[in-house]
């Protein structure tokens, strides 16, 4: 079955660095686009970050853009985010979904992680 | 960009309840609404697409209505495990695949 399963996470000081992972299994990964969603304590969730199937098209959230990296390893079967000058508002939990969409081309995020904790405190 | 509003913010019901949330964007987005169910510490997860589409193996007490800019989530039968919070998402405009800002469901 499809298995999406975050690490990475932890405490970091703010304007550090850390490296999320996103590991897939039970689907062909190098044919889907994935994301990268997250949810700050007390808030919603956040569309963080998109990559293409072959790693080519990357898109961000205002939020982040400059500060994120999305790549993916398609041999490896993971899904990357470079995070860089952290603050304090990036802690959250970081989720990875896979993308899909249907005959009538609508498009939704059907499978997801459950997720890793970032908390970006000094 | 397109902002997603959801009312209630949360509510309280009992087992057994008819439960509707609504979901607004502020623009037309034709019926590129999916809502999604999010539980503490488990991964979340996707109810239905399409504003109205079940996705498969989702309890049929589910429901999506609506089109353009007004939606809505009803659940017919509340049960014990589906009380989580509930968010839209509008699917419209590619890649930033807008969430509104959660609807708790507690006891």
């Known amino acids: 079955q499809v298995q999406l399963v975050e690490s990475g996470g932890g405490v970091v000081q703010p304007g550090k660095s850390l490296r999320l992972s996103c590991a897939a299994s039970?689907?062909?990964?190098?044919?889907?686009?994935m994301h990268w969603v997250r949810q700050t304590p007390g808030k919603g969730l956040e569309w963080v970050a998109t990559?293409?199937?072959?790693?080519?098209?990357?898109y961000y959230a205002d939020s982040v853009k400059g500060r994120f990296t999305i790549s993916r390893d398609n041999s490896r079967n993971t899904l990357y985010l470079q995070l860089s000058s952290l603050r304090p508002e990036d802690t959250a939990v970081y989720y990875c979904?896979?993308?899909?969409?249907?005959?009538?081309?609508?498009?939704?995020?059907?499978?997801w992680g459950p997720g890793t904790l970032v908390t970006v405190s000094s | 960009d397109i902002q997603m509003t959801q009312s209630p913010s949360s509510l309280s019901a009992s087992v057994g309840d008819r439960v509707t949330i609504s979901c607004r964007a502020s623009q037309t987005i034709a019926s590129n609404l999916n809502w999604y169910q999010v539980k503490p510490g488990r991964a979340p997860e996707l109810l239905i697409y399409g504003a109205s589409t079940l996705r498969g193996g989702v309890p049929s007490r589910f429901s999506g209505s609506g089109s353009g800019t007004d939606f809505t989530l009803t659940i017919s039968s509340l049960q014990p495990e589906d009380f989580a919070t509930y968010y839209c998402q509008q699917s419209y405009i590619t890649p930033q695949f807008t969430f509104g800002p959660g609807t708790k469901v507690d006891i």
């Open positions: 979904a896979r993308d899909n969409y249907d005959s009538h081309a609508y498009f939704y995020f059907d499978y």
């Open positions: 039970g689907f062909t990964f190098s044919s889907y686009v």
């Open positions: 990559l293409s199937y072959d790693g080519r098209n990357k």
